[in-house]
Nanobody, 114 residues
């Protein structure tokens, strides 16, 4: 079994920054891609950023230039550095890890006030 522990969400003013972390533990063999998704109220869950095992990254257009995804393979941890936050970034952020199957974190709330 695999567990994902997310941390770092909270309330921040527009223009501020937050850093999310997601640590995977348990029966971990080989992690392929790691990603962050988000889901705002009454909206579908959307991909925010993804990073491959080799470090290649891809971002949603809405966060390019403001968010940075990174990972520490030794710690089985993925990070999302969020800067220049906007009220429209308000959502529950979910960690996603792809191994032989996909695992999801429990979600962490990010609220950006205007």
């Amino acid at each position: 079994q695999v567990q994902l522990a997310e941390s770092g969400g909270g309330l921040v003013q527009a223009g501020g920054s937050l850093r999310l972390s997601c640590a995977a533990s348990g029966s971990i063999f080989s992690i392929n891609a790691m990603a962050w998704y988000r889901q705002a109220p009454a909206k579908q869950r959307e991909l925010v950023a993804v990073i491959t095992k080799g470090g290649a990254t891809n971002y949603a257009d809405s966060v390019k230039g403001r968010f940075t995804i990174s990972r520490d393979n030794a710690k089985n941890t993925v990070y999302l550095q969020m800067s220049s936050l906007k009220p429209e970034d308000t959502a529950v952020y979910y960690c996603n890890v792809l191994m032989s199957k996909t695992y999801w974190g429990q979600g962490t709330q990010v609220t950006v006030s205007s």
